[in-house]
């Protein structure tokens, strides 16, 4: 058992790893290729466009269910995955000359291979656990949550990002637009070089997903896995058994909470919709499957694209802190709920509720920039990393929430919950790109030289 939980774990691991990774090491990316500080936009429309994947997914088990065996695309993509980030490592400072100018085509198109891989994962990874105990899905979602841990903890000790400010003495013979400054000093922001190089790190990448595909081979595989399942097929009965043990109430704590129904009381149960095993109604159905899109839109889209903007005004330690600390939080709360199982539809639309608040503070922070408030104070560092800790870790735990609900209600149920967590994540990313990327609205200040009022 606990060798499951450590491979369910490391399988979802390899979920978001990829992407996670390309994010986090942008920062020695971008001086190093033609596109700059643009890559970022263009990584948002390439992990849009790479959706054409679990579209195809889904609609394979809309159209023609039971067709599709998750196992071989899971294979499939894992060692595109492997591939992609090897040759990442090789290529990425490549250039192609296309009208006249210089394009990182390689390093475009090895992105857009990687997002196919992510984003396909959320409609096939979650379905293949369906093959073992419910348990283990739990163990999955820590290790998604580690995708985006580990490769920041690796780039906080490669030193991605440190910046200090040094004095600049201007030179006599500036320009006659900047003659009033010749000779005087201002403060320059200096990036600290790296101890290991964007090669090893991309490297390290492929070496997660060369973990993540022992651990699905040995998943499907290794002897002491097989007898967690029962002759390769999924666990209804099971599922059924615990349908029972939950009872009829819709709203209660746990299952271990809920007292055994009667023999008579289970003849007497009839399906209160069409959707899955029918335990929920139509109006529960949908407030389930908003609740999923809004919280992935609000932790995989439209807070990361501002992150930088709510921290940086208040310090670069700021800014790791809280991104490292955050992305701790992500498996921190799937832990949690490996010992306090939720399946209530009332804590998640609390939970929610919360989370969108401190979304909202760290919005309003980053709308701001550079000059939020408490900016000069240890207070408002206090409160910016706070908010960010408390954003992922209330909003991860209602994923797992929905997660654990959609698991009991069958395959099907958990290939919408990837489809829907990668349509969230598209309008979120849609409605900021024109913010961040075309209309500015979020400015940014210099590390070194900002000025705000006390």
């Not at 059924?240 to 007292?259: F, V």
């Amino acid at each position: 058992m606990q060798l499951t939980h450590v491979l369910a774990c490391l399988f979802g691991m390899g979920s978001w790893v990829a992407i996670n990774g390309m994010w986090v090491e942008l920062p020695l990316v971008v001086p190093e290729i033609p596109e700059g500080w643009y890559l970022p936009s263009y990584l948002t429309v390439l992990i849009q466009m790479a959706n054409i994947g679990p579209l195809f997914i889904t609609l394979m088990h809309r159209f023609r269910p039971g067709t599709l065996d998750e196992r071989p695309v899971v294979y499939s993509i894992v060692v595109l995955g492997v591939i992609a980030t090897f040759l990442l490592a090789f290529f990425w400072k490549h250039t192609v000359t296309i009208g006249g100018s210089q394009h990182s085509v390689p390093l475009l198109v090895l992105s857009f291979l990687l997002s196919v891989v992510d984003c396909t994962s959320s409609v096939t990874f979650l379905p293949f656990m369906m093959h073992l105990h419910p348990q283990y899905l739990t163990t999955y979602f820590a290790g998604e949550g580690l995708s985006g841990l580990v490769p920041a903890l690796v780039a906080l000790i490669q030193g991605v990002g440190v910046v200090h400010c040094e004095n600049v003495t201007l030179s006599a013979n500036t320009t006659a637009i900047n003659s009033t400054t010749a000779g005087s000093g201002e403060l320059r922001a200096v990036y600290k070089p790296a101890k290991f190089s964007a090669q090893m790190f991309f490297i390290f990448l492929s070496a997660m997903m060369v973990v993540c595909l022992v651990a699905f081979i040995l998943l499907n595989c290794h002897p002491a896995v097989s007898s967690e399942r029962k002759n390769n097929i999924y666990y209804v009965s099971d599922l059924a058994q615990e349908k029972k043990e939950q009872g009829l109430s819709l709203h209660s704590q746990s299952p271990e909470q809920k007292p055994m129904i009667s023999l008579e009381e289970t003849a007497r149960w009839e399906p209160r919709s069409s959707f899955g095993r029918g335990t929920y109604n139509n109006f529960e159905v949908v407030y389930i499957f908003v609740v999923l899109a809004w919280v992935n839109a609000l932790t995989n889209a439209v807070l990361p694209s501002v992150q930088t903007y709510s921290c940086l005004p208040y310090g670069n330690q700021a800014y790791h802190l809280a991104t490292t600390m955050a992305a701790v939080a992500n498996p921190v709360a799937c832990f949690i709920a490996m010992f306090v199982p939720q399946r209530s539809l009332i804590l998640m639309g609390v939970l929610t509720l919360y989370g969108t608040g401190f979304g909202a503070y760290i919005m309003a922070m980053a709308a701001l920039s550079p000059c939020p408030l408490l900016v000069h104070s240890t207070t408002g560092i206090v409160i910016i990393v706070f908010a960010w800790i408390l954003f992922v870790l209330t909003l991860s735990y209602v994923k797992v929430i929905v997660g654990v609900i959609l698991r009991d209600e069958g395959h099907s149920a958990l290939v919408w919950c990837g489809a829907v967590v990668q349509l969230g994540s598209m309008v979120g990313a849609v409605s900021m790109f024109p913010l961040v990327s075309v209309y500015g609205l979020f400015k940014s200040g210099d590390v070194c030289n900002t000025k705000c009022p006390r």
